[in-house]
């Protein structure tokens, strides 16, 4: 295994835009879909069920395998540059406004990407680049200023395939503990 290299995001890939132009007429029916600011918000790994009717709109930027969403402006600093990394191959999907997407152009183990962007010492990283007083943003710029350890991708896949099993592991234990309260 080789040292960990801390590289910047911005070396790493490139952002985009989520929708626009859109109104609420635009929203709830339609053979798209656009992730919700919740899903990218409440999941390291976006859900296929946290996305949203809307109309296919070839002008609008399409998600790929891969794809990370930041939240941009969140009601506290803590909320604020949240992650979740898009693992499907589905055509017609979109990102909301109120997030900004992110295509790495270097190979990343999924799993790995998703929970070392919501690490403690990454997640601190984009809370110092919180500025607002009522509501809280991130500039799209200085966040990809920030550095990230990048293992090879080999140790990234051991690295994130634990990192999934003690997730699992987490919310079925949840889940139980959910349940005993019910009973």
């Known amino acids: 295994?080789?040292?960990?290299?801390k590289r910047k995001l911005g070396n790493l890939g490139s952002t985009f835009t989520g929708l626009s132009g859109k109104t609420?007429?635009?929203?709830?029916?339609?053979?798209?879909?656009?992730i919700t600011y919740m899903n990218v918000c409440s999941n390291?790994?976006?859900k296929i069920e946290g996305t949203e009717a809307i109309e296919i709109d070839n002008k609008q930027h399409q998600i790929k395998?891969?794809?990370?969403?930041?939240?941009?402006s969140s009601e506290t600093p803590e909320d604020v540059g949240m992650s979740?990394?898009?693992?499907?191959?589905?055509?017609?999907?979109?990102?909301?406004?109120?997030?900004?997407?992110?295509r790495p152009n270097v190979k990343f183990d999924l799993n790995y990407l998703a929970?070392?962007?919501?690490?403690?010492?990454?997640?601190?990283?984009?809370?110092?680049?919180?500025?607002?007083?009522?509501?809280?943003n991130i500039s799209k710029t200085k966040a990809m200023d920030i550095e990230v350890p990048v293992p090879e991708v080999e140790e990234q896949k051991m690295i994130g395939e634990v990192l999934v099993s003690i997730n699992n592991l987490i919310t079925v234990n949840q889940r139980k503990n959910f349940y005993h309260l019910l009973c």
Not at 24 to 30: A, E, R, T
Not at 65 to 72: H, L, R
């Open 1 to 5: 295994m080789t040292a960990w290299q």
């Open 44 to 46: 390291p790994i976006t």
């Open 65 to 72: 395998k891969g794809d990370v969403f930041f939240t941009t």
């Open 84 to 102: 979740s990394v898009w693992t499907f191959n589905t055509p017609n999907i979109y990102l909301n406004s109120f997030t900004f997407g992110y």
């Open 115 to 136: 929970f070392m962007l919501r690490s403690p010492s990454i997640r601190k990283n984009f809370m110092l680049l919180a500025q607002g007083v009522s509501r809280f």
């Open 24 to 34: 609420k007429d635009d929203f709830g029916h339609g053979a798209g879909r656009f």
